[in-house]
């Protein structure tokens, strides 16, 4: 049988000592991690690097990491194609982010504008680029808690400030620092959050505000 191979975060490495701990994507148990468990690579490991692996159980029938490599980072055998294609698909992703932030932001925008214009009411507006500053910063402050094995920010903080304006921040942040954006059960919140908005900017600018009233009559009757 073929062995598995699993991917995740080293979330915390001591060089001196050799030795770290991987958090795999599937949200398990810490994976621990020695130098000797690395294939021939480049460079020595750094905490935030994916790691491509396998499992092995030691002595003590713990299971550890081995036939380690550094996602992105080529073996020393590897051709030199290789670097090419990773690089490639790194400038490729770096591309299309703003362009997918964009079409993203463009109903909220469009209807924060349209809104303000109409009514007076300039909080979407303001709200929406204040909270995804301080989502974004929410983001990056619990990877760094993570990855120095501290105390790590509650999803329910996260996904308020998702809710309150900040899912565009959030969007760019689990795309930009690769955090959040592989746990399932996280992901199917903050993408219910971000469809509500934008219905609720779709409704405001196409349909006449035919849901709002629909839905606050619903509540008033109640």
């Known amino acids: 049988m073929k062995p598995t191979l699993h991917k995740g975060q080293l979330i915390r490495w001591k060089d001196d000592h050799g030795f770290g701990f991987i958090q795999p994507d599937d949200g398990s148990q ?9 294939k021939d690579v480049n460079r020595r490991p750094q905490v935030g690097d ?6 092995t159980a030691s002595k003590d029938g713990k299971l550890r990491a081995c036939n380690a490599s550094i996602e992105g980072v080529t073996s020393k055998f590897s051709s030199s194609a290789a670097p090419k294609k990773s690089v490639s698909r790194t400038v490729d992703k770096s591309l299309s982010l703003p362009l997918q932030t964009l079409l993203l932001s463009l109903l909220p925008g469009l209807g924060s504008i349209h ?4 009514t007076g009411n300039p909080i979407p507006l303001i709200l929406y680029p204040v909270m995804s500053l301080i989502t974004f910063r929410l983001y990056a402050d619990d990877k760094s808690r993570a990855q120095q094995g501290r105390w790590r920010r509650q999803e329910n903080t996260l996904h308020l400030c998702e809710f309150m304006g ?5 969007f760019v942040a689990q795309e930009k620092l690769r955090h959040k954006s592989s746990k399932v059960s996280y992901q199917v919140v903050f993408w219910v959050i971000a469809i509500l908005h934008i219905v609720f900017w779709l409704d405001w600018l196409f349909f006449g505000k035919a849901l709002i009233n629909l839905f606050f009559g619903i509540a008033s009757r109640g």
Do not use: K, P, R, S
């Open 115 to 118: 809104l303000a214009l109409t």
């Open 166 to 170: 900040g899912w565009l921040g959030a």
């Open 30 to 38: 810490d994976v621990f991690l020695h130098i000797t468990g690395f």
């Open 50 to 55: 994916f790691i491509c692996y396998q499992l």
